[in-house]
Nanobody, 116 residues
Framework: QVRLVESGGGLVQPGGSLRLSCAAS????????MSWYRQAPGKGRELVAA????????NYADSVKGRFTISRDNAKNTVYLQMNSLKPEDTAVYYC?????????WGQGTQVTVSS
């Protein structure tokens, strides 16, 4: 059974940091590219960051460049999103996504709220 389980969300003040984790099981994690998306209330889901299966290449949305870092540990079947200098506009549900050829899997999401 394929599972992607996000964790690490919560309430943080502006300027603070959070690290999200996404633990994968039920598929060959090291074959899959991984990405983080987010969806704010009333808005569409947007790509935040992505990383290739080997971790050698990453890309980021312009809105998070220099603040967020995506990484992965293929030995632990886990992808991470380190979020620094958080802003209120980063408030959203964050989802991880696994993709390989025609196969796409989504996690259930974790809420991140940035507020004073």
């Amino acid at each position: 059974q394929v599972r992607l389980v996000e964790s690490g969300g919560g309430l943080v003040q502006p300027g603070g940091s959070l690290r999200l984790s996404c633990a994968a099981s039920g598929f060959t994690f090291s074959n899959y590219g991984m990405s983080w998306y987010r969806q704010a209330p009333g808005k569409g889901r947007e790509l935040v960051a992505a990383i290739t299966s080997t971790g050698t290449s990453t890309n980021y949305a312009d809105s998070v460049k220099g603040r967020f870092t995506i990484s992965r540990d293929n030995a632990k079947n886990t992808v991470y999103l380190q979020m620094n200098s958080l802003k209120p506009e980063d408030t959203a549900v964050y989802y991880c996504k696994a993709y390989y050829r025609v196969y796409i899997y989504w996690g259930q999401g974790t809420q991140v709220t940035v507020s004073s």
